[in-house]
């Protein structure tokens, strides 16, 4: 359970794929966490709750191997904090556009020597490892995502690779259609080509690239630019899409027979 081999994966370029968690209750959890990701990636951005909601999840997916993902709301160091100890094993952090704001995700991730992070790691208690143990080697566990969100962002992408503790640049082709100038058209062919690029411009360092993909269409596309750190899809989408497409064909079935 401790420590999860994620950063380890991540830093020998082995391909490391996860997925979304759709609701904060432990039997939703459970049953994506039985899916076998690498990583499972728990939004705080965007849901309507914090880590406060999360309870026991991340302890339980560090228990079957899985490493949670918590993508926190800011680059702001109790957001950050706070995830961690709740038990993250990677914190994702948005909207990340300068060197300078890479460099302060890193110091608010990581205990001193390496950052200035406050230590108390609570999920140790629900998960019964050594406290101290824990503190004293988490800097060798953490894994820093940075989301690369804008034009701006990509344009300093080679520096924001060279900042150290960072582990993963992650695209997020969404808020990025937006800043090119295409908002919600993520498969533009601005965003296509910022998104070829990236994996280029990082090859030959020690940063993976990453990235969100829909379906598996979608995501053997990105992998084949090079992506190595990826998100595939979101069990809930999936799960309403088959129930309406059998809702549909009982119902045509039903009225063909009449």
Known sequence: MYPNPLKQKIHSGD????????????HIAGVIIATNPEFLWIDTEHAPYGVEALDVIPVMARNKGVAPMIRVAWNDPTLIKKAYDAGAVAVMVPQVDTAEDAARAVHYAKYPPEGN?????????????????????ANEETVVVLQVESRQAFDNLEDMAKVPGVDVLFVGPLDLSA??????????????????????????????????????????EKIGWGYRYVSVGNALNAGAQLVKTALETVRDGASDGR
Not at 15 to 26: K, S
Not at 179 to 189: F, K, L, M, Q
Not at 196 to 209: A, F, H, N
């Open 179 to 220: 800043s090119v100038g295409t908002i919600t058209e993520t498969n533009s062919e601005e965003v296509r080509e910022i998104m070829k690029e990236v994996p280029r411009m990082l090859s030959g360092t020690p940063v993976s690239p990453g990235t969100t993909c829909a379906d598996v269409a979608d995501a053997q």
């Open 117 to 137: 992070r406050g230590l108390t790691p609570s999920w140790t208690r629900v998960a019964g490892e050594d406290f101290g143990h824990v503190i004293r080697t």
């Open 15 to 26: 391909l490391v794929l996860g997925t979304f968690l759709p609701g904060f209750t432990p």
